[in-house]
């Protein structure tokens, strides 16, 4: 895997886990509801696309 390859996951399942983690504590804060769900859903949405950047294969020439 490239370096830009394994920046950009760890860049991404960093913005994951913080937004995910903000929206759990948010619900504990009784911050709300729809804030709670939006934080994790982004959250998710960030996890799924540092899985698509490992999975995705670099086209051989």
């Keep these: 895997m ?3 390859r394994k920046t ?3 860049s ?3 913005a994951a886990f913080i937004l995910a ?3 759990s504590y948010a ?3 009784h911050w709300s509801n ?3 769900c939006a934080l994790v859903f982004i959250g998710l ?3 799924i696309a540092a899985l698509v950047v490992v999975m995705r294969r ?3 020439n």
Aim: proline letters at 4%; a positive charge.
């Design 2 to 4: 490239s370096k830009t």
């Design 8 to 10: 950009l996951l760890i």
């Design 12 to 14: 991404f399942l960093a």
């Design 21 to 23: 983690g903000t929206g």
């Design 27 to 29: 619900k504990i804060a």
């Design 34 to 36: 729809m804030m709670c």
């Design 45 to 47: 949405v960030f996890i």
């Design 58 to 60: 670099p086209k051989m």
